[in-house]
């Protein structure tokens, strides 16, 4: 061979050789190999609280002593509700709304994350200031979208930035309402049962004038992504909460029980088919088959909605444990995932597959990945279902993580702030089925 062919084909294999290295980065690394840690495997319970009344604290089961433990709620709950970098704002002495600071918005995601927080933790002045706010500034009153949320408005002047509900706002008021009647009665200045059941008879009254319908898509028995003709028919897999659905059947009494058990039944089969069989990460839009639904560059990739997945997973299998093989065949798969791409390393949007997206989704005028706190909190609240020692590292992630600003100086003490607290509240067990014996 000549020495211009020996050239060539050297310099062949090594073209070979680095498109076949670039291949194989852009695939997830994979690892069934459990890490080793002094704590063991993972127990997960096997009954949920509905049938036990009881709710893991699996920080004091890492080691931490309860001292710490509720310091650390405290604290997390003063920076996003009292603190300097807070996200509630009172606006008089009744009503106080949470903002999206980025965003310069308050959304119902926010409003009814903070009344969440507020009934969890037993705080009904803050749950009625943040109620009588979303009433007056976004639930309609009247006309077609009667009872529904305008899912943005401006909390400076009260207009709204859009007419429309995102589906899962509902969802959450509802909730948060039930458990405020349940925790304090519907006689002190609000009836929250009457409230909630507003709401869900509303959904049941859309006929679809003007394009609003209801909050669920009525065949497929699944929550849509807005209730009206734009996103009636599919769907975002961070809505699917079936333990709120458990929920509705036992303290709505509205006569529609085995209804809301149905829609658990659905939503729990519909994440089987919406996580990835290897990753089981999931888009955050899909259709009601499970299969991504994209919407130009949107939605057919694992991003901001879809943190929330395993946190909803984990709180079903924490309230109920109706599917908890497949809930901890999830929680290791979506572990492993993540600790394959190193447990500081791994950032927060990828194709489900686990391969980088051609593009990157802006948060605050920025548009880069990053290994950001909202993941992070999701990531160690799975470690409820976990299975393998490696789900304890997740829960020191998160022990040891902190609501500041990245080295960039973005800062997000909305979004990762309340993913932040909520994992706390999950991992000490302090975020419950708020029942009338706690009345």
Not at 101 to 129: C, H, P, W
Request: proline residues 4%; glycine residues 6%.
């Amino acid at each position: 061979m000549k020495k211009n062919q020996i050239l060539s084909a050297i310099t062949f294999v090594v073209i070979v050789m680095i498109l076949i290295a670039g291949c194989s980065s852009a695939k997830p690394r994979q690892t069934s190999v459990d890490a080793t840690n002094s704590r063991g495997k993972m127990e997960p319970w096997e009954k949920g609280a509905a049938e036990t009344g009881k709710y893991r604290n699996v920080f004091l089961e890492a080691g931490y002593s309860q001292e710490e433990i509720d310091a650390k709620l405290e604290k997390a709950y003063y920076d996003l509700f009292e603190g300097p970098d807070r996200v509630y704002f009172e606006v008089n002495d009744s009503m106080a709304y949470v903002s999206d600071i980025k965003n310069e918005d308050a959304r119902t995601e926010g409003l009814s994350y903070g009344m969440m927080v507020a009934v969890q933790l037993d705080k009904k002045d803050v749950f009625d200031k943040l109620w009588r706010w979303t009433k007056e500034n976004m639930q309609h009153q009247g006309g077609p979208r009667d009872a529904y949320f305008a899912w943005s408005v401006d909390p400076v002047t009260g207009k709204n930035n859009a007419e429309g509900s995102a589906s899962d706002g509902e969802l959450y008021f509802i909730t948060d309402l039930l458990f405020a009647s349940n925790r304090w009665g519907n006689d002190t200045g609000i009836d929250y049962h009457a409230e909630a059941k507003r709401i869900l008879d509303a959904m049941y009254s859309k006929d679809g004038t003007m394009g609003i319908k209801n909050v669920f898509n009525t065949e497929h028995k699944m929550i849509n992504f807005v209730p009206d003709e734009s996103g009636y028919d599919w769907t975002d897999p961070s809505y699917h909460l079936p333990a709120f659905y458990e929920v509705w059947a036992e303290y709505a009494n509205d006569g529609r029980e085995d209804l809301y058990r149905e829609y658990a039944d659905t939503a729990r089969a519909f994440l089987h088919r919406a996580t990835h069989p290897v990753t089981a990460l999931t888009p955050d839009y899909s259709e009601f088959s499970g299969e991504p639904h994209s919407r130009g560059k949107m939605g057919d990739a694992f991003r901001y909605d879809s943190w929330r997945v395993p946190m909803n997973i984990a709180m079903d299998y924490s309230w109920y444990a109706k599917d908890k093989e497949w809930q901890q065949d999830y929680a290791r798969r979506f572990q492993n995932f993540l600790y394959s791409q190193g447990m500081d390393t791994y950032v927060d949007q990828y194709n489900i597959d686990g391969t980088t997206p051609d593009w990157i989704l802006p948060a605050g005028g920025y548009q880069k990945l990053r290994h950001s706190l909202g993941l992070v909190s999701t990531a160690a609240t799975a470690s409820i279902m976990g299975t393998q020692e490696k789900s304890w590292e997740f829960v020191d992630a998160i022990w040891n993580a902190k609501l500041e600003p990245y080295p960039d100086d973005y800062f997000d003490p909305y979004f990762d702030g309340l993913m932040y607290l909520f994992s706390l509240m999950h991992l000490s067990g302090n975020y419950q089925i708020i029942t009338p014996e706690m009345n």
